[in-house]
């Protein structure tokens, strides 16, 4: 079975500075897609960004960047430049290759941005 | 505006008593799922649905039933056999495929009193 772990149940860092979310998942399949959601004091969780794991590339999206390292199981999620807005819970997620497969989280990682 | 919609914001309920919540989609998804969120444990799946009367259990479907009678509806039911029913709802949708972003509403918190 698939699982998710998020090893930093908090982390804090100041504004305009970066932070890296650490991210790692077990599975046998060859290709599947990897997600960060971010979840603010709203509650209302919003996709952050996508890695599908055939591309090499690592996907990037304004300040958010991951680095996807497939032998190493390994999804992390930099924030560049952090701000006050990015405070929220950040879950990574793990999707197989096919239609019928489960989203499956991680237990998130709560990040604080300190003014 | 399309979205997903889930109501009540916050529902009270007593012991013993079976509760219904609420998820609407206007998105044209196929796929809507429902996920408990407590802290600390993140998001576990109840139950989802990739198409209109079929869904199948998640990893903690005991205590819950739901039904999709039509594509845009699915709503969870928590029954008096859910030992511990206090916590976060979260519904969401998605077309079908593995790559496709799963959209959320904005939860249900259900509290048993």
């Known amino acids: 079975a698939q699982t998710v772990t998020q090893s930093q149940p908090e982390m804090s860092v100041q504004e305009a500075e970066t932070v890296t979310l650490s991210c790692t998942y077990d599975?046998?399949?060859?290709?599947?897609?990897l997600f960060w959601y971010k979840q603010p004091p709203s509650r209302q969780m919003i996709l952050v960004i996508r890695?599908?794991?055939?591309?090499?590339q690592n996907a990037t999206e304004n300040r958010f960047s991951v680095n996807f390292q497939k032998a190493a199981k390994s999804f992390s999620l930099k924030i560049s430049d952090s701000q006050l807005g990015d405070t929220a819970m950040y879950f990574c997620?793990?999707?197989?290759?096919?239609?019928?497969?489960?989203?499956?989280f991680g237990t998130g990682t709560r990040l604080q941005v300190f003014p | 505006d399309g979205g997903i919609t889930q109501s009540p914001k916050y529902l009270f309920r007593k012991e013993g008593q079976n509760v219904t919540l609420s998820c609407e989609q206007n998105?044209?998804?196929?796929?809507m799922y429902w996920y408990r969120q407590d802290p600390g444990q993140g998001l576990r799946l109840i139950y989802y649905?990739?198409?209109?009367?079929?869904?199948q259990k998640g990893d903690i479907a005991e205590g819950y039933s739901v039904s999709r009678e039509k594509k845009e509806s699915f709503p969870l039911t928590v029954t008096s056999a859910q030992k511990n029913p206090t916590a976060f709802y979260l519904c969401?949708?998605?077309?079908?495929?593995?790559?496709?972003?799963?959209?959320f509403g904005q939860g249900t918190r259900l509290t048993v009193v």
């Open positions: 969401a949708s998605s077309v079908q495929g593995a790559d496709t972003e799963a959209f």
């Open positions: 599975t046998s399949e060859s290709n599947y897609y």
């Open positions: 890695q599908e794991a055939y591309k090499q």
């Open positions: 997620a793990f999707r197989g290759p096919y239609n019928t497969d489960k989203l499956i």
């Open positions: 998105l044209n998804h196929d796929a």
């Open positions: 649905s990739q198409i209109v009367n079929d869904f």
